[in-house]
């Protein structure tokens, strides 16, 4: 069992649930409330972008506690807060001594239960999310990954990024009755869990939980996720750059979504580093024998619903970017014929479990590497399941995966070069 920590769920009547995993750390206690809502949940056209909005503007105030008052109050307290958005939810996290739990806990239900935003804040922040976007759009990998997404999505809300379409993003300022509709849609207790790790006590967290969360309203709507048909045929895009920068190839095929179950996504992520990571044959082939590359990666993320394994390369020299992108395919089609060593695999799982393991050690990294399963599950069992579904994988069940979903049609590739082509 690799998640070891003994835990308590708690479920309140309008379904916010609540995890308390008491650790040895002492006095130091971590907050993390997921809200399972991210741009995946952004299904109506023209309104992209406002998961990630709504990270900007919890932190605005409300009418008990200003912005000013609030970030006070978090300073005396000496605490660490922060928040993120990904396609599948939206984290706040805020760690702080024990002693100001009951503290903690009123501000941060107040804001998820009474935030108020003024209009005029409203477009102020929603510009600040416009220079956000173009600050990411100015970094050619992350431009690569929007291009790829839009490519090879159809009808699903991946296709768009966390930050959302430009033109959407462009628009927001103008959509401040939209804000309120979807605050009021997502920030309820059904779809919020909180994590509390550190130097505490069950019966106290449910205490202050029931009497700061308790009368938070439940709500009743249910977003229609559009799911994707099957693609048939490779689809390919290429990113004309403005400025000098190295050339870069993305491939990527579609996955399986997150599953604690079943082998294929799994194998998948364990396809991604034999055959990617520093230590395959392709890295020392192309980065460190022919130096034709300089950066390889994989990046398999779980969501919620099926996505995309991506290998991404920045080539040193524009005439390679075909060399670069046949050696991806190749390798991903090598998967399909020979399955790997079982030494190899058994190497790559011990070293992704171990990894996993060594990483939880204090209350704030137990918390983080929780929160991104209890977006998915709602419970840390899900950790320990994955887990037991990786140590299954066998040598055949890669080949088969890979069988089953490096086939071309399923594969979408992204070029981009300062050189017109």
């Known amino acids: ?81 922060n928040a993120y958005t990904t396609d599948d939810r939206t984290v706040y996290h805020v760690t702080f001594s024990k002693e100001d739990l009951e503290t903690i806990f009123e501000l941060e239900a107040d804001r998820f239960q009474r935030l108020k935003v003024s209009v005029d804040l409203f477009k102020t922040e929603t510009k600040a999310v416009l220079g956000e976007y173009n600050k990411n759009a100015s970094n050619p990998i992350n431009k690569l990954i929007e291009v790829l997404r839009d490519k090879a999505f159809d009808t699903h809300t991946y296709k768009h990024t966390t930050m959302g379409f430009l033109s959407d993003v462009e628009n927001m300022p103008s959509m401040y009755d939209y804000s309120l509709e979807f605050f009021n849609r997502y920030y309820r207790p059904e779809y919020t869990t909180m994590i509390v790790v550190g130097d505490v006590e069950r019966d106290e967290v449910m205490r202050l939980t029931n009497r700061y969360w308790g009368e938070w309203q439940r709500g009743d709507y249910r977003p229609e996720i ?17 400025a000098e920068t190295l050339p870069w190839a993305v491939v990527a095929y ?62 040193k020299d524009s005439k390679d970017i075909s060399y670069v992108k046949d050696k991806i395919t190749e390798t991903f089609e090598g998967f399909k014929s020979v399955a790997p060593a079982a030494a190899e695999l058994e190497s790559v799982k011990s070293h992704l479990k171990y990894g996993f393991a060594l990483s939880l050690d ?60």
């Open 1 to 81: 069992m690799i998640f070891a920590y003994d835990y308590r769920i708690d479920d309140l009547p309008n379904g916010l649930r609540v995890i308390t995993v008491p650790t040895d750390y002492p006095n130091i206690v971590a907050l993390y409330i997921v809200v399972q809502t991210g741009s995946r949940n952004e299904v109506e056209p023209g309104k992209s972008g406002f998961a990630h909005l709504f990270e900007h503007l919890m932190f605005r105030g409300t009418e008990k506690y200003s912005t000013e008052k609030y970030d006070e109050i978090m300073k005396l307290a000496g605490a660490d807060r």
């Open 226 to 242: 559009p799911s994707d048909s099957e693609q048939m045929e490779e689809r390919t895009a290429h990113i004309p750059w403005p």
């Open 254 to 315: 579609k996955g399986p979504a997150y599953s604690d179950e079943t082998k294929d996504m799994a194998a998948m992520e364990l396809t991604g580093s034999l055959g990617f990571s520093e230590n395959s044959p392709l890295y020392q082939q192309l980065v460190i024998r022919e130096q034709k590359v300089d950066a390889l990666f994989y990046s398999f993320e779980d969501h919620l619903d099926p996505y995309l394994l991506i290998v991404a390369a920045r080539i």
């Open 362 to 421: 204090n209350s704030d990294a137990i918390a983080a590497a929780m929160a991104a399963y209890i977006g998915l599950r709602r419970t840390p069992e899900t950790i320990n399941r994955l887990f037991e579904v990786y140590g299954l994988v066998t040598p055949d069940d890669i080949r088969e995966m890979a069988a089953k979903y490096f086939d071309h049609r399923r594969r979408t590739v992204v070029t981009l070069d300062h050189n017109p082509r």
